[in-house]
């Protein structure tokens, strides 16, 4: 008797198993990210973890959906003639990249919302 519920057990166990792995989308660990370049310049991100690299680019005034691997990066902005890094960023959610016009001032604090706001740029006298 005490085989037979053993038995059960174990199968109702693969069986779960089974059902939940089939029940998760394809894209499980991706996150969509949707960049948004506001700036009159072409904008560069790169994006670095250990098992994933990524590298964009975005013309002024554009608009773009990317799919991008859950992780911790080190993110490397380039746009407005500035370059901006931050050394952790976990992406483990939908995000909005968001490129304000250049040497705009942070107005915003929306959740999931990462705005890259570049140093003012002082050409060459």
């Given at each position: 008797?005490?085989?037979?519920?053993?038995?059960?057990?174990?199968?109702?166990?693969?069986?779960?198993?089974?059902?939940?792995?089939?029940?998760?989308?394809?894209g499980w660990g991706k996150y969509r990210v949707t960049v948004k370049n506001n700036t009159h310049t072409k904008v560069y991100i790169k994006l670095q973890a250990p098992k994933a690299y990524y590298y964009f680019k975005l013309n002024p005034g554009t608009k773009k959906n990317y799919t991008i691997k859950a992780a911790t990066y080190k993110a490397t902005f380039w746009g407005c003639y500035s370059k901006k890094v931050i050394k952790k960023w976990e992406l483990n959610r939908k995000y909005k990249i968001l490129f304000p016009v250049c040497n705009a001032r942070d107005h915003g604090n929306e959740m999931g919302v990462l705005r890259i706001l570049f140093p003012e740029y002082k050409g060459e006298d």
């Amino acid at each position: 008797m005490k085989k037979r519920s053993f038995n059960f057990i174990v199968f109702s166990v693969l069986l779960t198993s089974f059902f939940l792995s089939a029940a998760l989308p394809a894209g499980w660990g991706k996150y969509r990210v949707t960049v948004k370049n506001n700036t009159h310049t072409k904008v560069y991100i790169k994006l670095q973890a250990p098992k994933a690299y990524y590298y964009f680019k975005l013309n002024p005034g554009t608009k773009k959906n990317y799919t991008i691997k859950a992780a911790t990066y080190k993110a490397t902005f380039w746009g407005c003639y500035s370059k901006k890094v931050i050394k952790k960023w976990e992406l483990n959610r939908k995000y909005k990249i968001l490129f304000p016009v250049c040497n705009a001032r942070d107005h915003g604090n929306e959740m999931g919302v990462l705005r890259i706001l570049f140093p003012e740029y002082k050409g060459e006298d």
